[in-house]
């Protein structure tokens, strides 16, 4: 099956002076797709959204929407929409005017204009605020307005700037289902920036993980959990986050020492090099508490934290591993348990590179 | 407790303040009002026994100061108009771009308010001779003006700008404007406030601006209000009373407009209008 691309970066640089903001992207994203561009503040993400709207010129490499050059075109001809962290709505239009002005600039006539934005309205839930203006809104209306003027314009792509980040929890799962239908039912394409990797893992197709300007993984959701290309990645994705323990192999390459008190050892899935240091990551909804004794690391519990659902076990030195456990089980902080996990779900990390082994 | 003992203090310092700042426009309305032989009374009256109401028109007539005024208004339209539709949009640049270059631009428009006027006028009176521009002397006056009130107006304008999120700009170019475009239907309604207050302010300055017209302007079909109170006031002046009245109607008109505008040019300085 041969898709069809509508975003192409080929090697994309941004310098601003001295810092180098990005570092050749290599990005492809076909037509339909929901991306995520996800990583710590300051990887870059935001700037590579605002690169593709046009707001940023890039300064190397290429840019394509649907196999057009877009290097240096401003942003009024790409047919991009973007929706702002902070809505972005102007304050001296009201709702209406705000949907329709894109339209406004296209010379749309009034009337066709004003159908179209209330058609909109309609299917967002907007259609009792028409006149109002952005500054009698709530945080969520003014979200679903700047959603409405990215809609109304019917763009090739829709570029997200975190927009949910300035909701609160509850809305923002709500927004997060609401978004994605919204993508499906229009059949756009959307690039989405945010910094929780939950709301990328849930809503995208495909997941771009950024850190210093640099691409450190893409791919499915579950193929970044699964096959994490690197200790940042395997740490950035899931929550709570891996847990990393030292440990150095043993003389045939076949089980790895743990750095902690009882040094115990965990046999690994596949022969590596002998006598090696390497940093061993363990997710902790894979640990399992069993018998003492009986799991392969014997530890105290240091902390117990429980949601009712979901309980969050601290163990081993200073509780630096953590275990998730959905089913209740009798413990308490000072007990000392046997840790188990499947020697398919170990990871191993180059200390040094930090990469896969 | 202290504190609304410390607060009655200072509202009566406040107070104090206030009488002593006001007290000469307050003079200058009882003078006005006042017979000859009761401005040199000793002890003087601070409420005149027969106001001569009938001051204002005469002094009006006496010293053709619709003419007077009409100059003045000339001056400070032509010098609001200009100022704004030049400083404007260097305001905006000043506020959106950062760099070393604005910075220095920005010093340089912060060193032009340093020099006074008076200091000015002779290189400019030069120039403007030498380009025939004292030909047409109130436009010479307003370009002067101008450049004097320039520094201010963009200083002010500039803060107005800032406080408008450049997101908005951003929003408005995605969603398919220029850069021109952008700016005209986005940025400039949300800074209206405070430039429509800067220019007020201009204005202002402009209408009682004396240095400039006094030396530019010989004709004195020509002159503004300023230079014909000057003109009025000879070394053995004894009128007082109708210098005051043509001070009064000088200032009593814009200080009128100040008064009641005086809300909304607080306002429009201090917030950024949005929101």
């Known amino acids: ?357 | 407790m202290m504190t609304p003992h410390l607060n009655r203090i200072y509202l009566g310092a406040a107070i104090v303040f206030a009488i002593i700042y006001l007290f000469p426009l307050y003079w200058m309305y009882v003078t006005a009002l006042k017979s000859g032989s009761e401005i040199f009374a000793y002890p003087p009256t601070f409420i005149p026994k027969d106001p001569q109401w009938g001051v204002f028109s005469h002094v009006w007539d006496v010293r053709g100061m619709g003419r007077f005024i009409w100059n003045s208004l000339v001056i400070a339209t032509g010098t609001m108009i200009l100022v704004a539709g030049l400083g404007t949009g260097c305001s905006y640049v000043l506020a959106r771009y950062r760099n070393i270059w604005i910075d220095v631009a920005l010093f340089l428009v912060l060193m032009l308010q340093v020099l006074p006027a008076s200091l000015m006028i002779t290189p400019l009176f030069v120039g403007f001779s030498a380009v025939g521009l004292l030909d047409y002397p109130r436009f010479a006056v307003i370009l002067a003006v101008t450049a004097k009130a320039m520094p201010f107006f963009v200083i002010l304008v500039r803060a107005t700008f800032m406080a408008v999120p450049a997101e908005l700009e951003e929003a408005a170019l995605v969603d398919g404007n220029s850069r021109v475009g952008a700016f005209v239907s986005v940025v400039l309604p949300l800074a209206r406030n405070g430039v429509l207050v800067s220019a007020i302010l201009i204005f202002m300055q402009a209408f009682g601006e004396f240095v400039y017209s006094k030396s530019i302007i010989q004709d004195v079909n020509l002159q503004p209000a300023s230079v014909g109170l000057n003109a009025f006031m000879g070394p053995n002046t004894v009128e007082w009373n109708n210098i005051m009245a043509y001070a009064t109607i000088y200032v009593t008109p814009i200080l009128a407009a100040f008064v009641l505008l005086q809300q909304r040019i607080v306002a429009g300085l201090t917030s950024g209008a949005l929101k």
């Open chain 1, 1 to 357: 099956m041969t898709e069809e691309l509508q975003i192409e970066l080929n090697g994309v640089d941004k310098h601003y002076g001295a810092f180098h903001a990005l570092k050749g992207i290599q990005l492809a994203i076909p037509k339909g797709a929901f991306v995520a561009l996800v990583g710590p503040s300051g990887c870059g993400k935001s700037t590579l959204l605002r690169s593709i709207a046009g707001l940023e010129t890039i300064s190397g490499g290429e840019m394509k929407i649907t196999d057009e050059v877009m290097n240096n075109v401003p942003p009024r001809h790409r047919d991009v929409a973007m929706v702002f962290q902070s809505y972005a709505l102007y304050p001296h239009m009201t709702v209406i005017d705000n949907l329709t002005y894109s339209l406004r600039l296209k010379k749309t006539p009034k009337a066709e204009a004003r159908k179209i934005a209330k058609e909109v309205a309609a299917t967002i839930g907007l259609e009792n605020l028409l006149d109002r203006f952005p500054r009698e809104l709530s945080g969520g209306q003014r979200q679903r307005v700047a959603m409405g003027r990215a809609i109304v314009r019917r763009p090739k792509v829709f570029l997200f700037d975190e927009p949910l980040s300035n909701l609160d929890a509850s809305l923002r799962v709500h927004m997060r289902k609401e978004i994605r239908a919204l993508h499906d039912r229009l059949g756009a394409t959307s690039v989405y920036v945010t910094h929780d990797q939950i709301e990328a893992m849930t809503m995208a197709d495909h997941v771009v993980v950024m850190r210093a300007g640099v691409i450190e993984q893409q791919g499915a959701p579950l193929e970044l959990y699964d096959r994490p290309a690197s200790q940042f990645v395997a740490g950035f994705i899931g929550s709570p986050a891996m847990n990393f323990v030292d440990g150095v192999t043993n003389a045939d390459g076949t089980a790895v020492t743990l750095d902690i008190t009882g040094a115990p050892e965990l046999q690994l899935p596949r022969q590596v090099a002998c006598n090696e240091k390497v940093t061993v990551g363990l997710r902790p909804e894979h640990l399992s508490i069993s018998e003492a004794g009986q799991g392969a690391i014997t530890t105290k519990i240091s902390v117990i934290e429980s949601t009712g659902s979901t309980t969050y076990v601290g163990a081993g030195d200073a509780g630096k591993i953590t275990i998730v456990l959905s089913e209740r089980r009798d413990i308490s902080v000072g007990d000392t348990i046997s840790l188990g996990i499947n020697t398919k779900d170990i990871h191993l990390f180059d200390p040094q590179t930090q990469m896969v082994i």
